[in-house]
Nanobody, 133 residues
Framework: QVQLVESGGGSAQAGGSLRLSCAAS???????????MGWFRQAPGNEREGVAA???????????KYADSVKGRFTVSKDNATSTLYLSVASLKPEDTAMYYC????????????????????WGRGTQVTVSA
């Protein structure tokens, strides 16, 4: 069973930056590098929304997607050697305050449906990011 554990959240002031990590394990069907990975967030009272996604072979343009609200400020990357997904968040805004989740999917459904959340197979428990003005 794939397990995802997020870390790196915390409190920051507007304009600041953080680096979120998602440690992945439990790959018995296929190795980490074959999974598309995504970052999502959910603020209180709001629906969960897609932030960034990286395709299984994602290293170049066309294999990474961002929500319009974070383009130019957030950067998603992954390290296949350590089975870790990252999200570097910069120029933070108070509206970025949310619980951030990582997700994984072996099929193409998650990647193709991004930023929708319903097709991603595995989820972590989240890490909280709080941005003060």
């Amino acid at each position: 069973q794939v397990q995802l554990v997020e870390s790196g959240g915390g409190s920051a002031q507007a304009g600041g930056s953080l680096r979120l990590s998602c440690a992945a394990s439990g790959f018995t069907v296929a190795p980490f590098y074959k999974y598309s990975m995504g970052w999502f967030r959910q603020a209180p009272g709001n629906e969960r929304e897609g932030v960034a996604a990286i395709r299984a072979d994602g290293t170049t343009d066309g294999t990474i997607k961002y929500a319009d609200s974070v383009k130019g400020r957030f950067t998603v990357s992954k390290d296949n050697a350590t089975s870790t997904l990252y999200l570097s968040v910069a120029s933070l805004k108070p509206e970025d305050t949310a619980m951030y989740y990582c997700a994984a999917d072996l099929s193409w459904a998650g990647w193709l449906s991004f930023p929708r959340v319903g097709k991603w197979a595995y989820w972590g428990r989240g890490t909280q990011v709080t941005v003060s003005a």
